[in-house]
C-alpha cells in the first residue's frame, strides 16, 4: 500500500508542536518552513488533522495550529485515517464473476473471495500495527536516536 506524502508531513506537524510547546497557535507558513514544504498543500494536511479532531485551529493574523489533544492519545491511524480516509486500501470489485466466471454456477461464488479475504487480513493487521503506536511512542523513538532534538527545533524555530 502506498500512502501520501501528506501522512509524513501530518505526523511530523504533530511532534513539531509538541516539541514546540508554544503557547500560542504556530501558523501554516512557520511550520512549512521547518520542512521546507508549500505552505498552501500542508494546509490541506493541517485541516485534515482539524476536522478529525487531533489538532485545532485559530483563525487570524496570530491564528494557526495546536494539538487538540496529547501525542500518547493520537496514534499513527488516527494520522493515516485522517489523511487518507477510513475507506478499506483494497476495494475488491468481484472481478471472478467476469470473463470466464459468468459461465461458473453461483455456488462457486457463494464464498467470500480468496484474494479479498488475503488483503483484509494484511490491511487489518497493518491498521492494528498503526494503531498500537501513539506518536509518544514514535516521539521517544526520535529523541532516542537524537536527544537533543527538542532543543534543537526550538532553537531552530527562535532563530526563524
Known amino acids: 500500500?502506498?500512502?501520501?506524502?501528506?501522512?509524513?508531513?501530518?505526523?511530523?506537524?504533530?511532534?513539531?508542536?509538541?516539541?514546540?510547546g508554544e503557547?500560542?497557535?504556530?501558523?501554516?507558513?512557520?511550520l512549512a518552513a521547518g520542512f521546507e514544504l508549500p505552505p498552501p498543500y500542508l494546509n490541506k494536511q493541517l485541516q485534515a488533522l482539524v476536522k478529525?479532531?487531533?489538532?485545532?485551529?485559530?483563525?487570524g493574523a496570530r491564528g494557526g495550529f495546536r494539538l487538540a489533544r496529547p501525542l500518547e492519545k493520537i496514534?499513527?491511524?488516527?494520522?493515516?485515517?485522517a489523511i487518507e480516509g477510513p475507506e478499506d486500501a483494497f476495494q475488491c470489485?468481484?472481478?471472478?464473476?467476469?470473463?470466464?466466471?459468468?459461465?461458473?454456477?453461483?455456488?462457486?461464488?457463494?464464498?467470500?473471495?480468496?484474494?479479498?479475504?488475503?488483503?483484509?487480513?494484511a490491511e487489518l493487521a497493518w491498521r492494528k500495527a498503526l494503531a498500537e503506536q501513539t506518536l509518544a511512542d514514535v516521539r521517544a523513538g526520535a529523541e532516542r536516536a537524537s536527544p537533543r532534538l527538542p532543543q534543537?527545533?526550538?532553537?531552530?524555530y527562535a532563530r526563524h
Open 1 to 20: 500500500m502506498r500512502m501520501s506524502e501528506g501522512v509524513e508531513w501530518a505526523a511530523h506537524c504533530c511532534l513539531l508542536l509538541d516539541w514546540m
Open 23 to 30: 503557547d500560542r497557535p504556530v501558523s501554516t507558513t512557520r
Open 52 to 59: 478529525a479532531g487531533i489538532a485545532t485551529s485559530t483563525p
Open 75 to 81: 496514534t499513527m491511524m488516527d494520522i493515516v485515517a
Open 93 to 121: 470489485t468481484e472481478i471472478r464473476r467476469r470473463g470466464a466466471g459468468t459461465e461458473s454456477p453461483a455456488s462457486a461464488f457463494e464464498g467470500r473471495c480468496s484474494v479479498s479475504t488475503a488483503m483484509r487480513k
Open 152 to 156: 534543537l527545533i526550538r532553537a531552530w
